[in-house]
């Protein structure tokens, strides 16, 4: 799937809390074992977002513009103290704790407040290594 032009707010979220653990469960290795047989989940790469976080799915899975759509990894931030982080950052790594897959992507802002203040903090994490 490709998305392309002003989308607003889209994120990809685990199921809510409520849910029982067994259903939680079957969901994690339903899309587990889905994303494994794919080449590619989605391309944002042409999209604008008010707020993107997709870590329900693989983040080297999406297509994404690396100017604004920045991919994390979990191995970078695994043992990493996130109160050293810009708090924007430290939100979307805070994302691997509900996620199954070792990588997501986080959208900066385009069409809404913070842009580049939420740029700034994350073209400094790409400076640090810690995002691509």
Known sequence: MTLSGRIGQLLTTPPHPSVP?????????SAEAFYRDVDWALDIAAAQ???????????????????????????????????????????HAG??????????????STLGANEEHHLADFEAARAAGLVE
């Open 21 to 29: 653990a067994p259903v939680k469960q079957g969901f994690r290795e």
């Open 49 to 91: 977002f008010k707020d993107g976080s997709l870590y329900m799915m693989p983040g080297d899975k999406i297509g994404r513009d690396p100017a604004t759509q920045f991919l994390l990894r979990r191995k970078t931030f695994e043992g990493m103290d996130r109160r050293d982080l810009p708090a924007i950052v430290a939100a």
């Open 95 to 108: 994302r691997f704790e509900s996620t199954p897959f070792d990588s997501l992507v986080a959208a900066v």
